[in-house]
């Protein structure tokens, strides 16, 4: 099999050595009808052509039919606001999803965690400040 891969340059054999005994090491034989890791461990080692099954891509439902969470999520942590009292929505970044998996919740929606809360309205505070030109003790 080596002189196969290697007639038209030689000095490849040594970078070819691993993958040409990983094909041999998973190949079943004629004498046993199986391969060589059969034989030592039980089954073939997995190899990137086992890996080209694609991954569930939906996310798990955060969210009945009426809009109320299904399950306790932990916020990570807040990324933007829109709108003011009672009315104000979070962006919300969640600890497990990826960062695409962000939502817009109402105030009321995030229990547990008012520390983020209150951090992220000072952030706001010290923003709102520093773009107004306006020092801590001027507000």
């Avoid at 960062?99 to 929606?109: L, R, S, Y």
Wanted: charged content about 25%; glycine content about 4%; overall charge negative.
């Amino acid at each position: 099999m080596l002189r196969t891969y290697i007639h038209s340059d030689e000095r490849e054999w040594e970078r070819l050595l691993p993958a040409l005994e990983l094909a041999h090491n998973t190949t079943s034989h004629s004498s046993t009808e199986l391969s060589p890791f059969e034989v030592m461990i039980g089954e073939n080692p997995l190899t990137a052509a086992n890996l080209d099954t694609e991954a569930d891509t939906a996310w798990p439902r955060i969210r009945d039919v009426a809009g109320n969470p299904t399950e306790d999520y932990e916020v990570d942590h807040i990324m933007d606001q829109r709108g003011s009292g009672d009315e104000a929505q979070y962006l919300v970044k969640w600890r497990w999803p990826p960062d695409d998996q962000v939502t817009w919740e109402p105030a009321h929606h995030l229990t547990g965690c008012q520390a983020l809360l209150r951090a992220w309205h000072c952030r706001q505070r010290r923003r709102l400040q520093c773009r107004n030109n306006i020092g801590p003790s001027d507000a």
